[in-house]
């Protein structure tokens, strides 16, 4: 039973460019959420997909989307990078959205900006 | 949500038990307990989580105070492979309530 995927595991773009991050969930989960995690900090919220809706956003610009497909996986899209983009970013699954349900991660993917 | 509070570092001996506190003192009755542990280089592992009854899996155990203003995250017999970044997070339900906030965790060192 795959666990979360993420793809691709590393990435190096410049200044002013579009990236975009894929996650498949953990079977049976249909809930993803995204998360930046710079070095040497906790992950930080960006926003969560239920339904091929964006449900709730932490505080990331505009510049930060994201899409949910029908069979439950998801990009991240950002676009104009700055170098603090520099991050590793996490895909989390959940079966749903409740408080009781755990969210399970990916190991990221590692976004560098020159 | 309510805040967390964690010691940043902690020491371990190799086949002791680990014990990792947490204060949430402002914790609210529908926020769940739930704890995470990152090693280097790869994503948050999910370990457990409850709302106010002590809880235990293959991994760990959960140990909540009666007034839910503490908790502990017990390791029976810590190996080196337990070296690690745990995370003590509290969350609510509800609609808004969806995100995992994580602060600066506590950094456990398991020894020889």
């Known amino acids: 039973d795959a666990g979360v995927t993420q793809s691709p595991t590393h990435l190096i773009k410049t200044r002013g460019q579009q990236v975009t991050l894929r996650c498949s969930p953990k079977?049976?989960?249909?809930?993803v959420s995204w998360y930046q995690q710079a070095l040497g900090q906790g992950p930080q919220f960006i926003f969560q997909y239920y339904e091929e809706e964006e449900r709730q956003r932490g505080n990331f610009p505009d510049r930060f989307s994201g899409h949910q497909f029908p069979n439950y996986s998801s990009e991240l899209n950002v676009n104009a990078l700055l170098l603090g983009d520099s991050a590793l970013y996490l895909c989390?699954?959940?079966?749903?959205?409740?408080?009781?349900?755990?969210?399970?991660f990916g190991d990221g993917t590692r976004l560098s900006i020159l | 949500d309510a805040k967390t509070t964690q010691p940043p570092s902690m020491d371990c001996a190799e086949g002791r038990a680990a014990n990792l506190p947490c204060n949430h003192s402002t914790i609210s009755g529908n926020e769940y307990v739930y704890w995470y542990r990152q090693i280097h280089s790869q994503g948050p592992q999910y370990i457990i989580h409850?709302?106010?009854n002590n809880e235990t899996n293959e991994m760990a155990s959960l140990i909540i105070t009666e007034d839910r203003k503490s908790s502990t995250l017990i390791l029976p017999h810590a190996t080196l492979r337990d070296t690690a970044v745990y995370y003590c997070i509290v969350r609510a339900a509800g609609d808004n309530n969806n995100d995992m906030r994580f602060g600066a965790g506590t950094r456990l060192t398991v020894k020889p």
């Open positions: 409850g709302l106010k």
């Open positions: 079977s049976g989960h249909d809930t």
């Open positions: 989390a699954s959940s079966l749903s959205q409740g408080a009781n349900q755990p969210q399970h």
